[in-house]
């Protein structure tokens, strides 16, 4: 037996999500100009200010270059050639889930996120995105109850335009960056998260966001925002089917936290990853930041990233107010020919406040796992503290971990401390693990699982499981 | 690209000597490619200002005025060692008789040695290097052989406001041992490139000091390649202070992997300087090792760089690479950047990195002062350890340049 | 204990074994019946414990002839952990260390790997932690060692107990203890002997692999074997160890004619 190509093989999985939902779906013309943008706006009967925001937005994104620091190579995407808006054909309002097309409930259920009464999560209130528009969200109702509002950002357009309009686009300015310049130019849906002063949110909140068609981008917009004292756990899901077409994900997420407040966002995301021929798969460019705006705020990213052919993502935290505090961990698992360009920034500008890093990045068949980080010390953030962590764990010798860890510091009385470290399996664990009568994929699965730990402790407990399993099946193969 | 640097391209002396047409190949690229931009990663945070001033000096005619040396700095020469001081116009190797085990190059060697080490230069990434083709026309090739060849000290002074630069390559044959101490000494506004080549035969062996000694205005654009066989040895020890832009890069290249090296540095920045150390070790074989220990202290408004590149292909299964930045903040307005780099293909292999960025810890202060020594004093010894560390590794020689008693001059408020 | 009429477990005939292309194994015979202890003595670089390794499954040795049955069937085409599952245990000489994985899961997982296989239902996590609380006397482990990550950070006493208690979990027919008594101290050898003794019954047997007298002190075996270039050279009782332990090997070199025992 030869337990390094046996390693290699276990590592392929076939990808369980990959199914299309047959649904009559109203798409819009493909390509973009200032017309689609105010199509886009008017399909969604927007306010003025939102209008003039995408189109603000559009004419910066004419004026930017697509990044290419991240050395992330892939076929130049035509931007002409991709649909900003599909929408499953439904009636325009839908007051409770017995409108919702079946079809679609289905599809979620399959998912494993049932949305109807008597199977949903008891603890978990859950917005499903299909395709660019939410198609329902539960337990609404008793979440308002408590003051906390959490609908589709379309939704809250309507219904809480002054909140939308206080806070969107102030954490990720519209010229952020070429991809968020995009997504706020043509974002479709989205959660919108708002928790008043000194709630504590009842239930976790979950959005699910599912890509049904081929040659529709997907760009969602999240919001949250958690004022004084307030606290949320929130987490999202994605996953799409199997196109033999790249399909490009631009999301945007924005996270405020005012005095006292926290705010924990944890995503896994298995969006289709292409096939071994590295065929297909989501171009995952997403933005995602954070601001501690207030006192002793505190924003925390919990992050396991398995799918999508490439994932170009920094959630990141600010920390204005004093003494705030960010977090960032994550798992990634890329395998195959799947690129992964991902880590944080902490940006440290008010006085003692803290931030942690622990990225565990896993890299297997001949996929390319890069953590890439920023912490950054202002000379006002006196008496500031970071630790990062950052480990590789590499899966057969054509696979590649790199760590560009970025460190700049100008206050003297901080202190930044990283670490990092490289690993395999090596044949021996596996030979002790088998020889005590453990298979090869589980002995596998437990040394990954191991590895990840310290992350997997840090998600919410109903996902936390989820996640192991993930890493499990996506590890899982075809051991004879 | 500005007017100005594109007149002092123009303006440089007519190509001649030995690298003549290197000098014309560097100088039709250099026109072509510009001045390094902040898209350049490992420019992005180098003072190009700085950079750009450097280069409107004139370029060193005559020769390089001989810099006395202090008697301190000559007292200790009595070891047997050989000291020759570079000059851009003139081949220091003309005036003296080599000692047994050290001999000139022939040009044939030269170009042996410089085809093997591919200094293909192809963007603006390699600047410094290309600076150095450009502007370079003298070559100093040595070649060591034997185990006991008296160790050998290189001095490259600077006329002030005068811009020079000297390509020196090295090679030491199989089993050969060499100490070797470089000395770079700027004058006042004085811009200086120096071009360091060295190749490690199998089971060789060279301790190198790189030591830097900037005053104000001066720069230093420093580009040391390394190359090593199996089983060879290859220890630096570099420390800077003094630049106003100071860039040493520093590239090893463990050309079938197998072999060790060691690298410690030390920068100590203060004032308005720059001091930026960018190093590379690649492993094109299995089974090297790499232990780095790089320190950098900022004080004033000075700003201390360290860049540090590991890259470990599939073929480099079982390599061992372990890198350290240590760094401390001594003022409120300083700036410290510091980012290590590790690409790894190959999965058998052990590699650690960690950085940390600080002041001089409280506690530690606290139990000197504890023992009934003042802050002031207990902070200098601190820095001393912090110091020495690296000193240590630098040739015997070194002692006679003070330079511990330099560096902590910079730090002493 | 021997018994005449005990069931066979373990039957090793003209086992050859090498890794990489060296030859380490050449023409081994050994034959193991239920209720016995068996020590196999021998110098470093005879071949003791690629004897044990073959047994186990590792993957760098490669077997190129001979045979290993186990309660007559063949051990050499199944995997490691199918042969841990139907009974044989390997006590690591050097167990190696997992970070990150839990002492107490990993312990769990291959108890019930085990357990499946005998048809004893599988155990959840209340129901082992009561038997590993049980079994950790055995060894007097202290149960803060269930907390933390496989052999890491363990001391070679600990580890070895570690292995022990693995033993004592698992409840294999065969036991193989490579060098179990290398680096303990005479306190950790006696509990780790003490262990040993009281897992040994008349329906498992026991392969102790050492280099010295000082375990069998502890534990009385009814074969000793002496191997030496790649097979078993001698056969004796216990009083065979005592010998060894105060004459050496050096006999082997001379005695030209290595007398083979079945």
Same mark, same amino acid.
């Given at each position: ?48 200010? %939102?209008?003039?925001?995408? #189109? ?34 439904? *009636? ?22 049932? %949305? ?85 949110? !009842? ?55 005012? *005095?006292?407040?926290? +705010? ?40 396991? &990233? ?114 990092? $470290? ?38 919410? =407990? ?10 499990? %099946? ?7 | 690209? $500005? ?104 040009? *044939? ?126 220890? #630096? ?124 810890? &409280? ?18 010894? #601190? ?5 020495? &560390? ?24 | =204990? ?92 050097? !167990? ?32 082992? &932690? *009561? ?42 027919? +065969? ?6 008594? $290398? ?15 009281? %897992? ?63």
């Amino acid at each position: 037996m030869e337990s390094p190509s046996l390693v290699e093989k276990i590592v392929t999985k076939p990808y369980k999500y990959g199914f299309v939902t047959e649904i009559e779906t109203e798409k819009i013309s493909k390509g973009i100009n200032e017309d689609i943008v105010r199509l886009i706006s008017s399909k969604k009967d927007e306010p003025d200010f %939102l209008l003039h925001f995408r #189109l603000k937005a559009y004419r910066k994104w004419l004026t930017l270059k697509e990044p290419n620091w991240a050395d992330l190579r892939y076929p130049n995407i035509d931007y002409q050639d991709i649909i900003y808006y599909a929408a499953p054909k439904t *009636d325009k309002k839908k007051q409770s889930l017995d409108e919702v097309d079946p079809k679609l409930l289905e599809t979620f259920d399959k998912l494993g996120i049932p %949305l109807n009464e008597q199977k949903r999560l008891s603890n978990v209130a859950v917005d499903a995105v299909f395709d660019s528009v939410s198609i329902a969200t539960t337990y609404k109702e008793k979440l308002a109850e408590h003051g906390v509002i959490f609908c589709s950002i379309s939704e809250a357009v309507k219904e809480y335009p002054e909140l939308v309009e206080r806070y969107l686009g102030t954490v990720v300015p519209i010229g952020d960056n070429f991809f968020a310049a995009l997504n706020s130019a043509v974002f479709s849906d989205g959660s919108f998260v708002f928790i008043p002063k000194g709630v504590n949110c !009842p239930m976790e909140l979950s959005s699910y966001f599912r890509i049904n068609s081929g040659d529709t981008g997907q760009f969602e917009r999240t919001l949250i925002v958690a004022e004084e004292g307030a606290s949320v756990s929130y987490l999202e899901g994605c996953t799409a089917p199997m196109f033999d077409t790249n399909t490009l994900h631009a999301a945007v997420v924005e996270l405020i936290a005012l *005095d006292d407040s926290s +705010i924990k966002y944890s995503t896994v995301q298995n969006w289709y990853s292409g096939n071994e021929e590295g065929i297909g798969g989501i171009y995952n460019f997403v933005t995602k930041r954070g601001q501690c705006r207030g006192k002793r705020s505190k924003i925390s990213w919990s992050q396991v &990233e398995t799918g999508s052919a490439i994932t170009w993502k920094y959630p990141s935290c600010i920390l204005q107010g004093d003494e705030s505090i960010g977090e960032f961990y994550s798992v990634a698992l890329t395998n195959n020919l799947q690129k992964a360009d991902t880590g944080t920034k902490m940006i440290h500008l008010g006085k003692n406040t803290r931030s942690t890093i622990v990225s565990k990045g896993i890299s297997a068949g001949q996929s390319s796992n890069s953590y890439r980080g920023l912490v950054q010390i202002g000379s006002k953030a006196i008496g500031s503290r970071n630790y990062s962590q950052c480990d590789s764990m590499l899966i057969g010798d054509q696979a590649a971990a790199n760590t560009y860890p970025y460190i700049r510091s100008q206050q003297a009385k901080a202190s930044i401390e990283h670490e990092a $470290s490289t690993c395999r399996i090596s044949e021996d664990q596996l030979f002790y693990l088998q020889s005590r009568g453990i298979g090869c994929e589980q002995a596998i699965s437990m040394m990954v699982s191991g590895f990840c730990r310290d992350v997997f402790n840090q998600l919410p =407990m109903e996902f936390a499981a989820e996640a192991d399993k993930l890493l499990a %099946l996506k590890l899982e193969g075809t051991v004879g | 690209m $500005s007017f100005e640097y594109k007149n002092w391209i123009n303006a440089l002396p007519e190509p001649n000597g030995v690298l003549a047409k290197i000098q014309i190949e560097g100088r039709s690229l250099i026109q072509n490619l510009g001045i390094p931009s902040r898209e350049i990663e490992n420019w992005r945070l180098t003072d190009l200002k700085k950079l750009e001033s450097l280069l409107t000096l004139p370029i060193s005619k005559e020769q390089v005025q001989q810099r006395t040396p202090s008697s301190a700095e000559l007292a200790d020469q009595n070891d047997a060692g050989v000291r020759l001081t570079l000059s851009p116009n003139r081949n220091p190797l003309q005036l003296i008789t080599l000692p047994y085990g050290i001999r000139e190059l022939s040009k *044939d060697e030269i170009k042996e040695i410089m085809k093997f080490k591919m200094s293909k230069i192809k963007s603006k990434v390699d600047w410094t290097k290309l600076l150095n083709h450009a502007t370079a026309n003298q070559i100093v090739g040595l070649n060591i052989k034997g185990t006991n060849v008296p160790s050998l000290e290189l001095i490259m002074p600077a006329n002030a406001s005068e811009f020079s630069s000297t390509r020196i390559i090295i090679n030491v044959e199989k089993g050969s041992k060499l100490e070797l101490l470089e000395v770079v000494i700027g004058a006042k506004k004085s811009a200086q490139n120096h071009l360091i080549e060295i190749n490690l035969e199998e089971s060789a062996e060279l301790k190198h000091g790189l030591i830097g000694l900037g005053v104000s205005e001066a720069s230093l654009l420093a580009h040391l390649s390394v190359t090593q066989k199996p089983n060879s040895t290859y220890s #630096l020890s570099s420390v800077q202070h003094g630049w106003s832009l100071g860039r040493c890069e520093q590239h090893i290249k463990q050309v079938e992997g197998q072999a060790q090296s060691i690298i410690r540095g030390l920068q100590i920045s203060k004032g308005n300087e720059q001091l930026a150390t960018h190093s590379l070790v690649s492993f094109d074989g299995p089974e090297g090792s790499l232990d780095q220990l790089q320190k950098s202290a900022a004080a004033d408004q000075s700003h201390c760089i360290f860049n540090g590149a590991i890259k470990v292909p599939q073929k480099a299964q079982k390599t061992n690479a372990a890198q350290l930045s240590r760094n401390l903040l001594i003022s409120e307005n300083a700036r410290i950047d510091t980012k290590p780099e590790l690409e790894i293909i190959a999965d058998d292999v052990r590699c650690t990195h960690g950085a940390t960025v600080s002041q001089l810890q &409280e506690d530690e202060i606290f139990y000197l002062q504890s023992r009934g020594i003042t802050t002031d004093q207990a902070t200098a010894l #601190l820095l001393k350890g912090y110091c020495q &560390e690296i000193l240590k590794g630098l040739p015997a020689n070194a002692g006679r340049w003070g330079i511990l008693k330099k560096l902590l001059e910079i730090v002493k408020r | =204990m021997i018994r005449p009429e005990a069931q066979t477990l373990l039957e090793i005939s003209d086992l050859h074994a090498h890794v990489e292309d060296q030859p380490i194994l050449k023409g081994l015979n050994l034959k193991v019946k239920a209720g016995e202890i068996h020590a196999v003595m021998g110098r470093n670089g005879s071949g003791k414990s690629t004897l044990s390794k073959v047994i186990a499954g590792h993957p760098a040795y490669t077997v190129c002839k001979g045979q290993v049955l186990f309660q007559g069937e063949n051990l050499l085409e199944m995997e490691p952990e199918i042969r841990a599952r139907i009974g044989i245990f390997l006590g690591f000489q050097y !167990p190696i260390e997992i970070p990150g994985v839990s002492n107490l899961e990993f312990l769990r997982v291959a108890t019930n790997a085990r357990r499946e296989q005998i048809g004893k239902e599988e155990l959840d996590t209340f129901d082992f &932690e *009561d038997l590993v609380n049980e079994r950790l006397k055995v060894v007097q482990m202290d149960p803060s060692f269930l907390e933390r990550s496989v052999n890491e950070g363990f001391s070679g006493g600990e580890k070895k107990r570690n292995e022990i208690l693995q033993m004592a979990l698992l409840e294999p027919t +065969i036991a193989i203890l490579d060098e179990t008594d $290398s680096g303990l101290d005479i306190d950790a050898l006696r509990i780790v002997a003490k262990g040993v003794n009281q %897992l040994a019954n008349e329906d498992n047997a026991t392969l102790l692999i050492t280099h010295y007298q000082r375990l069998l002190n502890e534990i009385t075996p009814d074969y000793v074997h002496v191997m030496a270039g790649g097979k078993i050279v001698r056969t004796g009782g216990s009083e065979l160890a005592i010998e060894l332990e105060r004459s050496g090997y050096e006999w082997i070199d001379s005695d030209k004619n290595n007398q083979e025992v079945k």
